[in-house]
């Protein structure tokens, strides 16, 4: 479960992206969030993960109080969560195969169990047959892929995805919505930003909605409800 209460976020330049931030969401759920551009929807999504650390205000995921963590005890936070960018972020003279191992904790497995692992997530996401290609040689799509396969084969109870399909075509959208929906049935929690009205339409889960570094609206099963 993740709690924030009181979350306030100002950067050392004096912008303050969030304003007093209180939600809930379980283990399991699904959540969209949405609102216009520098709403403060990335920086909601960099404290889950500790990437930044609140001005003020408590942020707990599964027991752990995250602006009271130590550094050395980052390492544990992220081993329980996959975090997808828009721009990929692959390594690019690495194959598919060694970015996906790459990113695999490594605690005493043996060779073949860690091979065995890397395969079944890249036959998850539909690249098995691309193992040994390297970034430069997949479609957009294809690299997103990779990237969830990155980011998943740890098993993490949690996935942050900011604006996954924010640099692809539908059609490619919707493949990446696939397969995002499949680990979450699985029981992984998703909290992916997006612009997408149409994938917030269809593909109905919570929707919460960031204005001006605030919680404007929060619904399950909601809408995109902006234009754009
Ligand atoms: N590292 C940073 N330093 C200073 N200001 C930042 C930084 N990151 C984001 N901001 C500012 O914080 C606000 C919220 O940004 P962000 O969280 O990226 O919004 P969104 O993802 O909704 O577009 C914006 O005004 C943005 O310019
Ligand atoms: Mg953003």
Do not use: C
């Amino acid at each position: 479960m993740i709690a924030m209460q009181g979350v306030y976020k100002t950067y050392p330049n004096g912008v303050t992206a969030l304003n007093g931030i209180d939600v809930t969401i379980e283990q399991g759920e699904f959540v969209y969030i949405v609102g216009p551009s520098g709403a403060g929807k990335s920086t909601f999504i960099k404290l889950m993960f500790r990437e930044e650390v609140p001005t003020k205000g408590t942020i707990k995921i599964n027991q752990m109080n995250l602006p009271k963590m130590k550094w050395k005890q980052v390492p544990y936070l992220r081993r329980d969560i996959g975090v997808v960018y828009q721009d990929f972020k692959l390594l690019p003279k690495l194959t598919v195969y060694e970015n996906v191992a790459f990113a695999l904790e490594v605690i005493e497995e043996a060779p073949k169990s860690i091979r065995r692992r890397v395969m079944q997530v890249l036959d998850q996401v539909g690249l098995k047959n691309k193992a040994r290609f390297i970034p430069d040689e997949l479609s957009g799509g294809e690299q997103q892929r990779v990237a969830i396969a990155r980011a998943i084969v740890n098993h993490p109870k949690l996935l942050i995805a900011d604006e996954p399909t924010g640099n692809l075509d539908p059609d490619t959208s919707w493949e990446i919505m696939k397969i995002l929906d499949e680990i979450n049935a699985s029981g992984t929690t998703i909290i992916m930003a997006t612009h997408s009205k149409d994938i917030v339409n269809t593909i109905k889960k919570r929707v919460i909605a960031i204005e001006g570094g605030l919680i404007v609206r929060d619904e399950h099963r909601g809408e995109y409800g902006y234009e754009i």
